[in-house]
């Protein structure tokens, strides 16, 4: 049974920071590639971040130089570290694992950033 896992939302205040972790099974994650997409109320999920299994990343524009994207292949987790947190990055994070036209989906964790 396939299982992505997230964990690490929360709530902070513009400026801080966060780190979202996803922890797979049931998969061979060194082969997948993994994602990070976001779903703010009222509006539709979108690519947020991947990481490919060889390692190359690319990033939405509304997030570069903010966040990385990072994987584990050891530990079968994927990171997003998020600084300079906006209260526009309010929103759930979902981690995608994904291979040719196979794809699986975590969760959710909620991200809310707010003064």
């Known amino acids: 049974q396939v299982q992505l896992v997230e964990s690490g939302g929360g709530s902070v205040q513009p400026g801080g920071s966060l780190r979202l972790s996803c922890v797979a099974s049931?998969?061979?994650?060194?082969?997948?590639?993994m994602s990070w997409y976001r779903q703010a109320p009222g509006k539709q999920r979108e690519l947020v971040a991947v990481i490919t299994s060889g390692g190359s990343t690319n990033y939405a524009d509304s997030v570069k130089g903010r966040f990385t994207i990072s994987r584990d292949s050891a530990k079968n987790t994927v990171f997003l570290q998020m600084n300079s947190l906006k209260p526009e990055d309010t929103a759930v994070y979902y981690c995608?694992?994904?291979?040719?036209?196979?794809?699986?989906w975590g969760q959710g964790t909620q991200v809310t950033v707010s003064s």
């Open positions: 049931g998969i061979n994650f060194s082969v997948y590639a």
């Open positions: 995608r694992g994904a291979i040719s036209l196979k794809g699986y």
